[in-house]
């Protein structure tokens, strides 16, 4: 199938690359590539390749840690690793500004333009569950998808918002250690990905969204920390949203700083000569004497094109923030629980599903009944959690709770009032009037040693896809791991459910019976 280039976006392309335009119009035509990336909060990449030896043809992806190459007519995504957060899919050069990061455990971490959250859980992965990952999209509706997928992934120490940028920059000014700026972009790189690419250009204007580039870009320097690093990343290739937006930055903030970023496997260096024209094609002279310099420091940047990589076209700039006296500060607050509601919470974005059980509780009335157990749903939470789970009381993190439901929140984070907030931390679960409802994300973020009492799947047996269609199973009492150590009876019929080991989910266990416990909207469909 023949893509259709827009006729400007060709025109300019000529322009820009002169006969190497050729041959990116030759590769805008041919297959796209594949990729996943292991996730290393479960797993190792070793071990991944080692259990899906007989699934994928997986090929290692030189610039991801855990990242590989899977061929056009495997199907991943439908498998039940998938569901067990084992991997993401993601596209091959889409992983590159995530690793240019350089993200370490402990540190406070942003990503601004975040959903559907593909680098979002990448950085994650990086923290190994340390420090704290704020991860944030203006689209209400995108934000529901950068929910599941962070919960999915397992990630203990993530904080979910829907802002702009211009609302977060006061409350985190100075805050971050490292900032991605995966911005909206008119999306050049991706038009052989995604066809709808190609025909939405012209409404995704380059200047429209050069504009929308710059205002964030702003923000986020804001929220940079002394001796932070922030990479910016398009899938564009029009100058005026990688070069120009670069050099635009740099001259307004002497602080700021390009890392070179090391030319391998194919990638180019960026293109400050393209800078100048697209400043002289917007209107000539340079209003900012800083500018024409600016612009040079941009050879530091990089370009990915689909022409001379294994992957889809990407623009990535890493920028380090100048340190001060005390360089880089990492926080390690120690745990504290509070009991009192945050206000953070009252401008929650409920999911669905949980504002749905809100509503069917108040009909039935039983909000008085549920009100007593709410008294204290972090007592309720710390019950079951000492019942089902080994060492939940060493999490490190803050309690908070809000009409009944409990989440964990990394420690050191400001107060969220008045922001949008669709998840203040980990969400562990719901207080009811009888016992503690323990949450989908609560499972995907534990280890099957986390759990006291786990029911044994396998992903090649039929009943691992019935449990994942929300199926009601009939199994032996040889397919459960308990721990008679601790806990009552009733602990241990709440059950943690592994396929090869990695949590799915829960169900309740009683006399060969299990009863579903997955939550609609993560059912197999
Ligand atoms: C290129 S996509 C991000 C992809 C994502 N980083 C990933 O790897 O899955 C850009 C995102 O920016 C969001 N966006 C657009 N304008 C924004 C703004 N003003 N503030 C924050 N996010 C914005 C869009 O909704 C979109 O989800």
Redesign the pocket.
């Known amino acids: 199938m023949t893509i259709r280039l827009p006729e400007a976006y060709v025109d300019r392309m000529r322009r820009l690359l002169g006969q190497e335009c050729d041959a990116l119009l030759d590769a805008m035509q041919a297959p796209r590539w594949y990729g996943l990336r292991v996730n290393a909060l479960k797993t190792t990449p070793e071990q991944y390749a080692e259990l899906a030896r007989e699934e994928w043809s997986l090929e290692p992806i030189p610039w991801a840690e855990g990242g590989y190459y899977y061929a056009a007519d495997e199907r991943p995504a439908k498998h039940p690793h998938y569901y067990t957060g084992l991997f993401y899919i993601?596209e091959p050069s889409?992983m590159a500004?995530?690793e240019l990061l350089d993200v370490e455990p402990g540190q406070r971490v942003l990503?601004?333009?975040?959903?559907?959250?593909?680098?979002?859980t990448?950085l994650a992965a990086k923290l190994r569950g340390e420090g704290v990952l704020v991860v944030?999209?203006?689209?209400r509706e995108?934000t529901k998808a950068?929910r599941k997928?962070i919960e999915r992934a397992g990630v203990r120490n993530a904080i979910v918002l829907n802002?702009?940028?211009a609302a977060l920059a006061p409350v985190f000014a100075d805050y971050f250690d490292r900032i991605?700026v995966?911005?909206?972009?008119s999306?050049e790189g991706m038009f052989r990905k995604d066809e709808a690419a190609a025909s939405q250009w012209e409404k995704h204007s380059v200047i429209r969204c050069a504009g929308?580039q710059r205002?964030?870009l702003r923000d986020a320097a804001a929220m940079l920390a002394p001796g932070g690093r922030l990479v910016y990343?398009?899938?564009t290739f029009a100058p005026e949203e990688n070069e120009a937006q670069i050099a635009a930055l740099l001259a307004e903030r002497p602080d700021l700083s390009i890392l070179p970023i090391p030319l391998a496997h194919g990638w180019r260096a960026g293109r400050p000569d393209w800078a100048s024209m697209a400043r002289a094609a917007a209107g000539g002279e340079a209003v900012d004497a800083e500018l024409p310099r600016a612009e040079q420091a941009t050879a530091g940047t990089a370009r990915l094109w689909p022409h001379r990589v294994r992957g889809e076209g990407h623009y990535v700039a890493v920028l380090v923030r100048a340190a001060d006296a005390s360089g880089l500060t990492l926080h390690t607050e120690p745990s504290s629980r509070t009991d009192a509601p945050d206000p953070a919470i009252r401008a929650a974005v409920a999911p669905r599903e949980e504002r749905r059980a809100d509503r069917a509780r108040s009909r039935r009335g039983d909000g008085k009944a549920r009100g007593a157990a709410e008294a204290d749903p972090i007592a309720s939470w710390q019950t079951f959690a000492r019942q089902a789970l080994r060492g939940a009381e060493h999490w490190p993190g803050r309690l908070i709770s809000q009409h009944g439901h409990v989440y964990l929140q990394p420690a050191g984070v400001p107060s969220l009032d008045g922001l949008r907030v669709v998840r203040p931390g980990w969400y562990l679960g719901e207080a009811g009037a009888r016992r503690f409802d323990p949450s989908q994300p609560l499972a995907m973020g534990l280890r099957r040693e986390d759990a006291r009492a786990v029911l044994k799947l396998q992903a090649d047996e039929e009943a691992t896809a019935r449990y994942l269609r929300g199926e009601t199973l009939w199994l032996g009492p040889e397919r459960l791991a308990l721990d008679r150590d601790g806990g009552d009876g009733r602990a241990q019929r709440q059950v943690l459910v592994c396929i090869d080991g990695f949590p799915a989910g829960w169900g309740k266990w009683t006399d060969g019976m299990l009863k579903n416990g997955l939550a609609s909207g993560w059912r197999w469909s």
């Open positions: 993601q889409a500004p995530g990503d601004l333009c975040a959903a559907p959250g593909g680098k979002s990448q944030n999209d203006n689209a995108r950068l997928n802002e702009e940028p991605l995966d911005a909206p972009c999306g929308l205002t964030i990343s398009t899938c």
